[in-house]
């Protein structure tokens, strides 16, 4: 067994459960990519047995913090098994769900989504791409699902020095799929989506979109960054009288047409924009344009913490525009899932948006990923999904 020997004092983030070993806290040692080895404080105390990942800046994914554990077939097999359960245990309303998130569930870089009876995973990191055969074998064991779909090319991999990989790893079967969530029926698919095909870390949020159009009766909702519309089902089966989508994807905004005639929604209250929303944003200001109710949710812009500058200002830009596109009483629903941006910092970010409009806000409702994407204690980087519901005071 390979040993990594921390520099002294680099040994608390291990101590706290953090699974993150960065390449500037090591002293000496190496292995192979996706090599376990053992993590030893700089005099030589065990810390976690983890895997080894030599070009990524995070240098070891730790696995277990218990020095009796093996990192064998059944350690994968086990704790694959306990994500699932505590996913059953939750008992989502939904026949789409994430049923392993990554650092979160202990299996640093793994992602798996659930669709009906087809899984999809990303394997996003070293760790576990050398247990790849194990894990989709134990996946497939656990759920009884037939067919696994790789869906392993988010832009992360290279940071592991990983090639993209898409393709079906166990069985085969049709990509396309229809989720169905809070009632309403969204078409999707598994090999061309965005992630594994559908952003089910949302479906909360949308579930509160819905509720608020309910109460609050928008006229006007706009969907920026609307991806295949789920928000924009939501208002309008909320009852919202027009719904303006906005999304940069041609194929995204197809299926998000397609998606309103799946639910008997009237084609006729929606708009769809191929465009770019800063520039349609910047467009309805000059225009004096006004949305009783704007979602912005828009892809990650801070990867990592290095990227937040500069995602901070683009952040702050899309709100003060959506802020002044607001009338009296409109209410804001913004979102950001940069896991380089903290809460508080979101938070000042859309403050300072806010006051840069000359709007006043009052805070409804904070929001965040739905729980099967759940956060640790130890792990708060998994806080990646956060959101406000903001309404300009009268
Ligand atoms: N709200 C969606 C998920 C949004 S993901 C849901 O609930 O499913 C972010 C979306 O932003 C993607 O669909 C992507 O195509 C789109 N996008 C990225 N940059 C954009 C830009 N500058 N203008 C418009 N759309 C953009």
């Known amino acids: 067994m390979k040993i990594i020997r921390l520099k002294p004092g680099k040994e608390r983030s291990l101590q706290r459960r953090h699974p993150w070993v960065f390449d500037g806290a090591i002293a000496k040692g190496g292995a192979d990519a996706g090599e376990t080895v053992r993590v030893d404080s700089a005099d030589g105390q065990f810390l976690a047995w983890g895997a080894y990942s030599p070009s990524s800046k995070i240098r070891v994914r730790a696995w277990s913090f ?58 996003g990191a070293a760790g576990v791409e050398r247990w790849k055969d194990v894990i989709a074998d134990a996946l497939l064991e656990l759920t009884g699902c037939p067919r696994l779909y790789e869906r392993s090319d988010a832009s992360s991999r290279a940071l592991e ?14 990509t396309a799929f229809e989720l169905q969530e809070h ?3 969204l078409g999707l698919d598994i090999a061309l989506g965005h992630k594994t095909g559908y ?47 906005i999304d940069s994807s041609g194929p995204a905004l197809e299926q998000a047409s397609a998606n309103l005639l799946l639910n008997g929604l009237n084609p006729a209250q929606a708009t769809f924009i191929d465009a770019d929303v800063n520039a349609s944003l910047r467009q309805f ?8 109710a704007i979602v912005l949710d828009p892809p990650k812009l801070a990867p990592t913490a290095a990227h937040a500058e500069r995602a901070a200002r683009a952040y702050k830009d899309i709100n003060r525009l959506a802020f002044k596109l607001l009338p009296p009483g409109g209410v804001l629903f913004t979102f950001s899932c940069s896991g380089g941006i903290g809460v508080e910092l979101f938070h000042k970010i859309v403050a300072s948006a806010a006051s840069d409009a000359g709007v006043d806000g009052a805070v409804l409702q904070r929001l965040g990923g739905a ?11 998994g806080e990646y999904l956060k959101g406000l519901v903001i309404m300009k005071k009268l």
Not at 71 to 83: G, P, V
């Open 66 to 123: 218990d020095q009796a554990q093996r990192i064998d077939s059944a350690f994968f097999r086990d704790t694959l098994r306990r994500a699932i359960a505590l996913r059953e245990r939750m008992g989502i309303a939904s026949n789409g769900l994430r049923l392993v998130h990554g650092e979160s569930d202990g299996l640093p870089g793994l992602v798996v989504d659930r669709y009906g009876d087809t899984l999809v995973a990303q394997f």
């Open 161 to 174: 020095g990983l090639p993209a990989v898409t393709g079906w790893l166990r069985g085969d079967g049709p």
């Open 183 to 185: 009632g309403w029926r």
């Open 199 to 245: 952003y089910l870390d949302q479906r909360d949020s949308r579930g509160t979109l819905h509720d608020y159009t309910k109460r609050l009766k928008f006229a006007q909702v706009l969907n920026c960054f609307s991806y295949t519309g789920g928000f924009s089902v939501a208002a309008l089966a909320g009852g919202a009288g027009h719904v303006t989508s």
């Open 285 to 292: 200001v000059s225009e004096g344009r006004q949305f009783d």
């Open 371 to 381: 729980c099967d994407h759940p956060m640790t204690t130890a792990f708060p980087e």
